[in-house]
């Protein structure tokens, strides 16, 4: 027998850019809560609005499983002595079980191997309604609270006051303390629209109730109809609504009854750059702004109510007149900023601490400076441009606009840039310098961009590095980790052909610090390589493939790049399976050996078998083949040849006994393996690869 069950707990006002997080957790920790006492449902749906929570169980079992419980007492030779007395072990196993030791003689079972003392019980299972409390109390316990909070005299601490609660289960209302209330079946509607209580008679009546009462309960469906009310809107102005998701997120976590409406504000405003208009208007409003067929910004925005006002011209008035000083400001910061070149700004960075142990902003651009201008023939920028943008790169964070919306850093730059009349290139280098910025996103388009967004990160890197305060387990205060796949997106999408050695290099030799040694280069490259792995694994290339790649000590992401996808696909390749097996074994073999063992260079005098001479003679003829696809990186090409190997290694394997008897006819075959190795190595170590599995 099963019923549906229903818990919704009513609060004030959520945060609204965790909602999303709270809501997800508290209905995983109610189905862990089910699954760990053996409950079985069919459905689960979960509700999140701003005022509550609430998970719907559909078809939830009315009890746990009766259960066999076995107890395995001690062996019988153990549990009675010689005379058939009970020991003390027995006595102790009786008391565990509650039973009398003179029944013990009748509890003897064989577990398979020797007579035991053994208990069978069985247990009927508990009423699911009785179970509730503890699985509702112990999932709130567990939710992911950044700051809880104490309301009235209560001890209690949750997110924010807790007000209602309801538990269904059935038509049946449970009664539990939660969080200082005792749940029922009333809940409650929209702050304005709806008042009064509003009683849930079934867990499956909850949706409609509410809906009636002027709650869309259901996120995805709130989501939903505010991105569609929003397009609408737009498209009432021949606009276009642009809808950040995260934008979206926050909003649908701030209504529970959705109107969106449109609003104006005065052309003049399209004066100042349109990324501070979108800002203001998104960070402070929570505002969509709308764009026209060309992409340029409209003065129009939409907001999106709480509320089905009788007069909806009255709240697009009063939204408005609010943000009509918010744009005022973005222009009178515009205005501002404009009064101060980037160059004059450069001074004020000198009284800004980047780093106690690598001093100012200032001296960070100075680094990167004369880092980009090493980096920029290897991308095929200028060099006097790129060491410009280093200069100027940083000066927007004292901008009265930078200050008041950090997320336009590099945006503003790019405009202060042009109106001081630098260079195309400069401007939008000192906007791609932060490019990318999160898993996906674009990289620099343009040669100088990339020159000046690998310079700031690798100076970030090494710096961090040589002052000891690297990442370690979950903390990365500088986003090295970011910075790290940044540089390696760089490198490879822009196929830039540079060592990682001479860039680390060249950036420790700017910050002059004893700390930035030989040690320290390594690390900084080795933690770079290792970022690898993970990007791969998000294109489904396998950890293997990568360590096969990594594993021949490269320095080049770009080579390392077109070894690993020749690799990859060379792993799906059938001959793949032999010869990963073959290079296994010969590293196992030379290994054991030592290089002491083995022959300077291989004497075909010494063969005693056609199958070594036909090996020696493939390896000679595929070095040779190989060297100009090599040169190349034409690693596919040099793994297809090499992949004709399978049948004289097979050959020689089965007809060859490597350890042979005579030393100087052992060491030349181990030199003829430690050849075949070598060809391999020219792409990777395959004895690394998982195939064929």
């Known amino acids: 027998m099963s019923k ?3 818990v919704e707990i009513g609060t004030e006002e959520l945060p609204p850019k965790i909602l999303r997080q709270l809501s997800e957790a508290f209905a995983n920790g109610i189905s862990k809560g089910l699954k760990d006492r053996q409950l079985g449902f069919d459905l689960m749906t979960v509700y999140a609005a701003p005022r509550r929570l609430a998970v719907l169980i559909s078809e939830l079992d009315e009890q746990t499983p009766d259960q066999d419980i076995v107890s395995w007492g001690p062996p019988l030779k153990v549990a009675f002595d010689a005379d058939g007395q009970p020991t003390k072990a027995a006595e102790a196993f009786a008391r565990k079980n509650g039973l009398g030791v003179e029944s013990l003689a009748k509890l003897v079972e064989n577990d398979g191997q020797q007579d035991k003392l053994c208990v069978r019980q069985s247990i009927s299972g508990s009423n699911t309604q009785a179970l509730l409390g503890d699985i509702i109390n112990q999932s709130l316990t567990a939710l992911p609270v950044p700051k809880p909070m104490r309301w009235g005299r209560s001890r209690q601490e949750f997110v924010r006051p807790v007000q209602w609660a309801v538990v269904l289960f059935g038509a049946d209302t449970v009664a539990i303390d939660i969080l200082g209330v005792t749940s029922g079946n009333l809940s409650r509607g929209h702050r304005f629209h709806s008042s009064g209580d509003i009683e849930i008679t079934s867990p499956g009546s909850y949706r409609d109730a509410l809906y009636d009462a002027f709650v869309m309960v259901d996120f995805d469906q709130r989501r939903e109809l505010i991105r569609q009310g929003v397009m609408a809107e737009a498209k009432k102005a021949n606009g276009h609504a642009v809808i950040g998701e995260d934008l979206l997120e926050e909003v649908t976590s701030l209504n529970e009854w959705p109107v969106p409406l449109m609003g104006h504000f005065e052309e003049h405003f399209l004066e100042v750059p349109a990324e501070a208009l979108v800002s203001s208007m998104a960070q402070h409003q929570k505002y969509f702004h709308v764009v026209d067929a060309n992409n340029q910004l409209m003065p129009l925005f939409i907001t999106v109510a709480n509320i089905v006002s009788s007069d909806p011209q009255q709240v ?6 609010v943000i009509r000083p918010r744009l005022a400001d973005a222009a009178f910061f515009y205005s501002t900023d404009l009064k ?6 450069r001074e004020s960075l000198r009284k800004i601490i980047f780093q106690s142990k690598l001093g100012t902003v200032y001296d960070k651009t100075a680094r990167v400076s004369a880092l980009a201008k090493t980096l920029a023939p290897f991308v095929g920028a200028d060099v006097a441009a790129a060491g410009r943008a280093g200069e100027l790169c940083k000066s927007d964070l004292v901008t009265e606009m930078v200050g008041e919306f950090d997320d ?9 840039a042009l109106h001081d009349g630098e260079d195309k290139a400069v401007a939008e280098a000192l906007l791609e310098q932060y490019l990318p910025r999160f898993a996906g996103d674009a990289i620099p388009a343009s040669a100088t961009g990339a020159a000046l967004a690998l310079a700031d990160r690798l100076d970030t890197l090494v710096g961090i590095f040589a002052i000891g305060q690297q990442p370690s387990g979950s903390r990365d205060p500088f986003a090295l980790r970011r910075a790290s796949l940044g540089i390696l997106r760089i490198i490879i999408e822009r196929n830039i052909d540079i060592d990682l050695k001479v860039a680390i290099a060249g950036a420790a030799q ?3 610090l004893t700390e930035a040694s030989g040690d320290c280069q390594e690390q900084v490259l080795t933690y770079v390589i ?22 021949v000590g490269l320095s080049n992401p770009l080579d390392m790049d077109a070894r690993v996808k020749a690799v990859d696909q060379f792993s799906r390749a059938t001959e793949a399976v032999a010869l990963a097996s073959a290079n296994k074994r010969v590293l196992n073999i030379l290994v054991k050996q030592g290089e002491a063992n083995v022959a300077e260079k291989v004497d075909s005098t010494l063969f005693e078998d056609p199958a070594e001479t036909q090996l020696a003679a493939d390896i000679e003829r595929l070095s040779l083949l190989i060297a100009p696809l090599v040169a190349e990186r034409n690693y596919v090409g040099v793994l297809a040849a090499l992949a004709t190997l399978r049948e004289p290694v097979d050959n020689f394997f089965d007809a060859v006994l490597v350890m042979a008897d005579n030393l100087e006819v052992r060491a030349n075959r181990l030199a003829l393996l430690h050849n075949l190795r070598q060809l391999f190595l020219n792409v990777a170590d395959i004895s690394h690869l998982v195939v064929g599995k």
Request: hydrophobic share 40%; glycine share 6%.
């Open 4 to 6: 549906d069950f229903l």
């Open 316 to 321: 697009i008035s009063g939204n408005e007149r």
């Open 340 to 345: 101060t070149t980037l160059e004059a700004r």
């Open 408 to 416: 336009l850093q590099g945006v503003m730059g790019r405009y202060y």
């Open 510 to 512: 700017q910050l002059a």
């Open 530 to 551: 290792e970022r690898l792995k993970f990007w791969y694994r998000d294109q489904s290339i396998s950890p293997e493939v990568f360590a096969s790649v990594a594993s």
